[in-house]
Nanobody, 119 residues
Framework: QVQLQESGPGLVKPSQTLSLTCTVS??????????WSWIRQPPGKGVEWMGA???????NYSPSLKSRTSISRDTSKNQFTLQLSSVTPEDTGVYYC???????????WGQGTQVTVSS
């Protein structure tokens, strides 16, 4: 059973960089041919795929967020990390990590973590 757990600060100030880590257990992030995604849901809105890192280490990003988003990984810890720069209050929401994407279905999700952007 694959399990994912998000971690990171719940409050970020405007213009700063949001950094979240997803720790994966029960499966390796280097296993062919899985992608590992970050997805968010602003309050009152639908879910938005932000980007993904592949088993190979390659990355894909949402065009609307590409200029501010970076996803990396630490294979020794079986973790992958999201960095979102220059945040504004519009980046407030619940952030999820998941296995799957960008064209594949998501089969495992983290529980999600609330991030609020506020001064």
């Amino acid at each position: 059973q694959v399990q994912l757990q998000e971690s990171g600060p719940g409050l970020v100030k405007p213009s700063q960089t949001l950094s979240l880590t997803c720790t994966v257990s029960g499966g390796s992030i280097t296993t062919n041919y899985y992608y590992w995604s970050w997805i968010r849901q602003p309050p009152g809105k639908g879910v938005e795929w932000m980007g993904a890192i592949a088993w190979s280490g390659g990355t894909n990003y949402s065009p609307s967020l590409k200029s501010r988003t970076s996803i990396s990984r630490d294979t020794s810890k079986n973790q992958f990390t999201l960095q979102l720069s220059s945040v504004t209050p519009e980046d407030t929401g619940v952030y999820y990590c998941a296995r799957g994407g960008p064209a594949d279905a998501y089969d495992y999700w983290g529980q999600g973590t609330q991030v609020t952007v506020s001064s």
